[in-house]
């Protein structure tokens, strides 16, 4: 286990995560976070991956594209803790996850990395309430708006553009 935290480099056009340093197609800053844009070389499953990061909310929306197989999710989301240094992101993934189907199932996972996390020490217990509240408001919310991130997102005035180009 390892403590998950990746970074955006805005002006060098770079995502660091665990595997490596990787260049960025697209950053757009929005009002509401980052969006990004990236492509997965080399990687045996995905091939493109975009995503929404959220810090308000400590959510990472992301979407991702593989070679072959559909992706199960129309939405992977990882409940995140998002600082930022001049023009450097830390994101922070607080090991909750929620898979959103394009049938609306919802797919809570990770629950057990949290508790390994908390006890390698690698997040506090503040963290953990945070990600556990976090990922509890926004199923509260989905199931206001029959699962559908985009409706639950704009109930509060976030509207998320997938296409930037």
């Not at 960025?24 to 493109?48: D, I, N, Q």
């Not at 990472?60 to 803790?81: A, L």
Request: one cysteine or more.
């Amino acid at each position: 286990m390892y403590l998950k935290v990746e970074f955006h480099h805005l002006v060098a056009k770079a995502h660091t995560v665990k595997a490596g340093t990787f260049p960025v197609v697209l950053y757009h800053e929005h009002e509401h976070g980052l969006y990004v844009e990236r492509a997965f070389v080399g990687h045996p499953s995905y091939r493109y991956w975009k995503a929404h990061i959220l810090p308000a909310q400590h959510l990472q929306v992301c979407q991702y594209f593989t070679h072959q197989e559909p992706y199960p999710f129309e939405f992977y989301i990882d409940i995140v803790q998002v600082e930022r240094e001049g023009h450097v992101l830390m994101v922070k993934d607080l090991y909750l996850d929620l898979g959103i189907a394009h049938s609306g199932t919802l797919t809570l996972m990770d629950t057990q990395e949290l508790f390994e996390a908390v006890g390698a020490g690698l997040i506090g217990l503040e963290e953990a309430f945070l990600a556990t509240r976090t990922l509890h408001d926004l199923i509260n919310r989905l199931g206001q708006h029959e699962n559908n991130l985009e409706r639950t997102l704009q109930a509060q005035g976030i509207v998320l553009q997938w296409d930037w180009k």
